[in-house]
C-alpha cells in the first residue's frame, strides 16, 4: 500500500517504523512517504518526503494517512476537500487494529492521566500480570507490539487529539475529571468532551466504563457507550472515607482509600502530594480491581509511588525554602490544586502561552491559598494580573510592570520573596510555548535555575 506519514515526531517516527517492517498483501513492501511541515525535518535515509509548506497537498493518492496526533483532523480535510475519511488513521487506531491482546485500558481526562496510568500499570505488574504503558505519556502504542502476547495487559494514556477521531474503545475506559483545555485545538469545549467520548462510544455491554461521579463531565462522556457503568470515589468503586479507627476529632486529618469494603491503605501512608491524587488513586485502584483482588499488590504500590517528573516534585530546599517544580500543571485547575496541596506560604510561578482558559477561579484559590507573592511570566501574565486584580490579590510581580524574561530572573525573583518555611512553586497554570520548547524545557531550566542558587 501507498501509506503517508504525516507528522513526524516521536508518533510519526514509530508509525514510519511499524509500517516499514510490515509486508503488503500482495508480498511487496509498503511505499512510505514522510509528510512534515518542517523544511528541515530530520528523516531516514533514503525515505520519500515532502516536507515544508506544501506536505498537505493532494494526500488522495495515498491509500491510508497516519495522522500524528497534534494535527486537526478539520486542518487535514479543509487542504484536501475531497479526501475520503476512510483514509485516515493514527497510530492509535492501528494499534487497536493489530495488538494481539484485547486487555486493554485506556485513560483520559484533563489532568492526571499520567499518573493514574502509571498507577494502574504498577498495580497489575505487582499483581504478577505482563503490563505495559503506552499512549500519550510518551510511549507510542506501537512500539509494545514486538513484546505483546495475547494474555498482556496494555495501559494506555489517551489525550483528546488521539481520541477525536478512535474507532475502537478499550475493554476498561476510565475518564477522570474534565475541565476546559485545549480550547485553541479545540473548537469548542462541547468539541473537546466529544473527543473524549470516543474512548466510550464503541464498547459493548461486556465492557467497563470507569468514571468521576464528582465531575459531571466525566459521567456525560462515559455515558456515550454501553459499557458497564462504575463511578469511583463513590461505590462500587474505590471510595475516600472517614478512618474507622480514630474518633471523631481526627476523621479530617486520616482517611483511608477503600474498594469492596476493603482498606486498601491510609492517606496518610501514600506519597503522592495533594487531595487531587486522592482521586487518581480512586481511579486507578478502581480499575485494577476489575483485573486482580490483591490487596497487597495495591497497596505496595500506593505506599511507595511518590509521582512523575514535574508533578509536585521537589526539587530542593534551600535555607528553609523548598523549591517545587509542578511545570506540568498547565491548566488553572492543576495550579488550583497545586496551591492546596501545599499549606506553607507560597511563593507561586504562574503564566505561560494561552490555552483558552479562564484564571478567574485560579485568582481566587491564590487569594485564599496563602500565597505570599505571585510571579507573572510569559503571554498570559497580563491576563492573570486582571483577574488576580479583579479578585482582590495585588501581591503580584511582573504583568505589565516589570517582565520576567527568563528562568533565572524568575527563580532569582522567587527567592528574594520567600521566608524560611516558605514554598516556591512553579505551577503555571498556562501552557509553556511562549518562553520555552514544552513544560519539560521549562522544567529543566526551572530545576537548573534552583539547584545553581
Known amino acids: 500500500m501507498n501509506i503517508a506519514i504525516l507528522g513526524f515526531d516521536t508518533e510519526g517516527r514509530s ?38 509548506g506544501s506536505y498537505l497537498d493532494n494526500l488522495d493518492r495515498f491509500d491510508v494517512i497516519v495522522r500524528t496526533a497534534g494535527l486537526m483532523p478539520n486542518k487535514i480535510f ?19 487494529k493489530a495488538s494481539p491482546t484485547k486487555n486493554i485500558i485506556g485513560i483520559t481526562g484533563t489532568k492526571g492521566k499520567g499518573t493514574t496510568s502509571t498507577l494502574i500499570t504498577k498495580m497489575l505488574t505487582a ?33 483528546s487529539f488521539q481520541l477525536i477521531d478512535l474507532k475502537s474503545s478499550p475493554m476498561i475506559a476510565v475518564c477522570l475529571m474534565v475541565v476546559p483545555e485545549h480550547l485553541n485545538w479545540h473548537e469548542d469545549m462541547a468539541e473537546y468532551k466529544t473527543a473524549k467520548q470516543q474512548l466510550f462510544v464503541w464498547q459493548t455491554y461486556d465492557d467497563i466504563a470507569i468514571y468521576n461521579n464528582d465531575n459531571e463531565n466525566s459521567r456525560t462522556i462515559a455515558e456515550a457507550g454501553s459499557g458497564t457503568k462504575v463511578p469511583y470515589c463513590a461505590p ?25 469494603g476493603q482498606i486498601i491503605c491510609h492517606t496518610h501512608e501514600l506519597k503522592l502530594l495533594g487531595e487531587h491524587n486522592w482521586q487518581n488513586v480512586c481511579a486507578a485502584v478502581t480499575a485494577a480491581w476489575q483485573v486482580t483482588h490483591s490487596l497487597s499488590a495495591l497497596r505496595s504500590v500506593l ?4 509521582g512523575l517528573p514535574h508533578r509536585l516534585e521537589l526539587v530542593r530546599e534551600l535555607n528553609g525554602v523548598q523549591y517545587y517544580d509542578d511545570s506540568f500543571g498547565t491548566t488553572p485547575e492543576t ?32 487569594k485564599a491559598g496563602n500565597v505570599r507573592t505571585a510571579l507573572l511570566i510569559g503571554d498570559q501574565a497580563a491576563k492573570i494580573q486582571i483577574a488576580l486584580q479583579n479578585a482582590g490579590f495585588t501581591d503580584f510581580v511582573a504583568g505589565d510592570a516589570t517582565p520576567l524574561t527568563t528562568m533565572s530572573e524568575v527563580v532569582s525573583a522567587a527567592m528574594a520573596a520567600a521566608q524560611p518555611g516558605d514554598v516556591v512553586l512553579l505551577s503555571p497554570g498556562c ?6 520548547k514544552d513544560y519539560i524545557d521549562r522544567a529543566s531550566q526551572f530545576v537548573a535555575a534552583v539547584k545553581t542558587l
Open 335 to 366: 495550579a488550583i490544586v497545586a496551591i492546596a496541596a501545599l499549606t506553607q506560604p507560597k511563593v507561586i510561578i504562574l503564566g505561560g502561552s494561552d490555552k483558552g482558559a479562564s484564571y478567574d477561579d485560579l485568582a481566587q484559590a491564590v
Open 236 to 260: 462500587p468503586g474505590a471510595i475516600i472515607d472517614s478512618n474507622p479507627s480514630t474518633d471523631g476529632s481526627d476523621k479530617n486529618l486520616d482517611k483511608v482509600i477503600s474498594i469492596g
Open 431 to 436: 501552557a509553556s510555548f511562549d518562553m520555552f
Open 78 to 96: 479543509a487542504a484536501n476537500p475531497g479526501l475520503s475519511p476512510g483514509k485516515l488513521t493514527t497510530q492509535v487506531n492501528e494499534f487497536f
Open 303 to 306: 505506599t511507595s509511588f511518590s
Open 15 to 52: 508509525s514510519y517504523d511499524y509500517f516499514k517492517a510490515q509486508s503488503g498483501d500482495n508480498g511487496q513492501a509498503h511505499t512510505l512517504t514522510i509528510l512534515d511541515q518542517d523544511p528541515n525535518k530530520q528523516i531516514p535515509e533514503g525515505a520519500a518526503s515532502v516536507l515544508g
Open 127 to 159: 499483581a504478577g500480570k505482563d503490563a505495559r504503558l503506552a499512549g500519550n505519556i510518551g510511549i507510542p502504542a506501537l512500539d509494545l507490539m514486538p513484546v505483546l502476547t495475547p494474555d498482556s495487559w496494555v495501559v494506555l494514556e489517551l489525550s
